[in-house]
């Protein structure tokens, strides 16, 4: 079966502009995830959607982070503006059900100069 | 709120010897534990889960409830056994993911 995909895989920005991210989950999948990954850390849970509702986004910094997941299939996760500290990995999972194998992409390395 | 610590940011150990990857969690409910390995170049992978008791590469984990850990153990290392591990905590009904810090497993000759 194909995988997660996520694009793009490597953007460049300056401090204060904007970025998105793009993610298509494995078909039939409901819990969508988004974390970053900052160099030397796990990853950090920003927003997790069931099917195209958000269950947990505690973490999100919501001033400046946004995320949607359209029709329940395909997610974005938006920053604007960016800041330096914003360089990280940016991984998507997507999982079938609860407590179950999440399924990772490849991620977007985001280097914020 | 829920917590994973993985104490060691590097293991080095030797070819064949014995490896033990240490995890806790904290967390007031009933867990679901999981270890995933990221290989060099390679994404984010499932490598074991505590519900489903087996061994995976020859890696083996069990739950202590009381000790509220999680430790990946393997009685011989292999070179191929060398990457990222992440401990993983799933809670709640709604399946929340959350991750340690991760455990750089380093095999020499």
């Known amino acids: 079966e194909a995988g997660v995909a996520q694009s793009p895989r490597y953007k460049i920005i300056e401090k204060r502009q904007s970025v998105a991210f793009w993610c298509n989950p494995i078909s039939g999948h409901a819990t969508l995830y988004w974390y970053q990954q900052i160099l030397g850390q796990g990853p950090k849970l920003l927003i997790q959607?069931?099917?195209?509702?958000?269950?947990?986004d505690s973490q999100l910094p919501k001033d400046r982070f946004s995320a949607e997941r359209l029709k329940g299939v395909d997610s974005t996760l938006k920053i604007q503006p960016a800041k330096l500290e914003d360089s990280a990995v940016y991984l998507c999972?997507?999982?079938?059900?609860?407590?179950?194998?999440?399924?990772f992409g490849q991620g977007t390395r985001l280097t914020v100069v | 709120a829920q917590r994973v610590t993985q104490p060691e940011k590097l293991l080095s150990v030797f070819k064949g010897a014995p490896v033990e990857l240490k995890c806790n969690y904290s967390y007031s409910g009933s867990p679901e534990l999981f270890w995933y390995v990221q290989y060099s170049r390679q994404r984010l992978q499932l490598l074991l889960r505590?519900?489903s008791r087996e061994s995976i590469k020859g890696f083996t984990a069990d739950l202590n409830k009381g000790e509220t850990s999680f430790h990946l153990k393997k009685p011989f290392a292999q070179e191929e056994d060398s990457a990222m591990y992440y401990c993983?905590?799933?809670?709640?009904?709604?399946?929340?993911?959350?991750f340690g810090t991760g455990t750089r497993l380093q095999v020499t000759l």
């Open positions: 999972a997507s999982s079938p059900g609860v407590a179950v194998e999440a399924f």
């Open positions: 959607f069931q099917n195209n509702g958000v269950v947990d």
């Open positions: 505590h519900i």
């Open positions: 993983a905590l799933h809670t709640g009904t709604a399946s929340k993911l959350t």
